[in-house]
């Protein structure tokens, strides 16, 4: 199946076209050189905001004023769902960028279709070696090496230290499910309305939690979860929900997040479950109000963590010196010195051992040990599916867990059993 199909047809398509595509639509002209014809020009679509997408932009600029025989255009995306939409869209039309930062779980529709470069043309093993293992593992589709890992994280449990330590606990946080209850029991107020705990309602907290439990997503095509492994994280969420210490923010995909750091930041919850992205913001953001500590998701019957966030991935469909000037750019964007900037800039993982190891991480992580944590937790990564359609699928399956969450007397078993055989469906759908 094409994209074109994928997208819609009629008018609807036409709409979605014109109106995705002429929003964020590169400079480039005809041909791959600038007004003087030294320079090939590429276009980098950046799903990054605020602080991150400043650091990035400020790496572009750099780039730019040590080559001058290209010129790199970013353009910042909203969130990784609208940067996918809009590659789609930009495919269909031939009007699609050299690099993007394409979203882990994102990569195998784009894959399936053909859209990216096998970037072991490029990048020989020792430099993909270079990269820990508990990222790489989203980066290969069919053997093909689709995407370099840059900007990836971890979720992690971010609290109030002030908060944990006035209810008597060790602000190192929780380590078990039944430890972070008790944490959170501990620290809500409800005379107040302040929760001990809040997260939103989103597939990659609810991955880690089956994870947890011993389980998995997928095996092969099919939902690997449908089982007490599946049934655990709703189960815990209800009970908290049904105490009074834990809150479900509202909104929709990262509306939710944003409310629950909200509340985070305004002392109305203890902890919450967020990406590490967040942490060079959220310090900052709670600077003189109170101080953050961090932990790894804690444990059912074992560790585990998803990793997330965008590998740099390069698009079909460029002349040969565009895709020789995106791999160059690529290589330039993970030297360790880069990398180094943008994880201590940021608070995205470092992606290789060699930037983990330097001098400028090793002060910060002595300074602020927050920022430790995620990588010290990747040595519990597992991956995600590489499925055409995921993301729509686990839309499905999370619409039922919300309804769920919602009626806190409905049976997690039956809940589950609808959000499998919903996405399910969508899976067979799009992987026939």
């Not at 230290?161 to 620290?187: H, I, R, V």
């Not at 947890?212 to 049934?231: L, P, R, Y």
């Amino acid at each position: 199946m094409n994209f074109k199909r994928k997208i819609a047809t009629g008018l609807a398509i036409t709409l979605l076209v014109s109106s995705l595509v002429g929003c964020s639509s590169s400079n480039k002209s005809g041909d791959s050189a600038d007004a003087s014809g030294s320079a090939t020009t590429i276009d980098f679509w950046a799903p990054l905001g605020g602080t991150n997408g400043e650091t990035a932009q400020k790496m572009v600029d750099q780039f730019n004023s040590e080559h001058e025989d290209i010129k790199v255009n970013m353009l910042k995306q909203k969130d990784y769902y609208e940067n996918a939409t809009k590659l789609q869209a930009a495919l269909t039309s031939k009007d699609q960028p050299d690099v993007t930062l394409l979203e882990i779980t994102q990569t195998g529709t784009f894959a399936s279709e053909n859209a990216l470069v096998d970037m072991s043309n490029y990048f020989d093993k020792t430099y993909q070696e270079r990269f820990f293992p508990g990222l790489l593992t989203n980066s290969y589709y069919e053997n093909k090496f689709v995407g370099v890992p840059f900007n990836r994280s971890t979720p992690i449990l971010y609290i109030n230290k002030d908060m944990a330590t006035k209810a008597g606990l060790d602000p190192a946080g929780p380590k078990t499910w039944d430890e972070l209850k008790e944490y959170a029991t501990k620290m809500t107020n409800k005379s107040e309305e302040i929760y001990g705990f809040e997260t939103p309602i989103d597939i990659w907290f609810y991955e880690a939690m089956v994870m947890q439990s011993g389980g998995e997503i997928t095996n092969g095509k099919k939902v690997a979860f449908n089982n007490e492994s599946g049934q655990a994280p709703v189960k815990f969420w209800q009970e908290m929900m049904k105490e009074g210490v834990m809150k479900m923010p509202p909104g929709e995909d990262y509306n939710a997040w944003d409310v629950a750091k909200q509340d985070f930041v305004n002392g109305k919850v203890g902890m919450i479950f967020t990406s590490t992205a967040d942490l060079a913001g959220l310090i900052q953001q709670t600077e003189g109000k109170f101080e953050i500590s961090t932990a790894f998701l804690p444990e059912n019957q074992k560790y585990a963590t998803p990793t997330g966030g965008a590998n740099l991935a390069m698009l079909e469909g460029g002349t040969d010196e565009e895709k020789e000037a995106s791999a160059e750019f690529i290589k330039w964007m993970t030297e360790t010195d880069r990398i180094v900037e943008f994880s201590s800039s940021t608070g995205y993982l470092p992606t290789t051992e060699d930037a983990t190891n330097s001098e400028k991480l090793q002060i910060l992580y002595k300074e602020k040990p927050q920022y430790k944590v995620a990588t010290d937790q990747l040595q519990y990564a597992v991956a995600l599916p590489m499925l055409s359609g995921y993301k729509e699928a686990t839309d499905k399956l999370m619409d039922e867990i919300k309804k769920g969450l919602t009626d806190l007397n409905s049976n997690p078993k039956d809940i589950v059993e609808k959000g499998t055989s919903a996405m399910q469906a969508v899976i067979d759908k799009t992987n026939k």
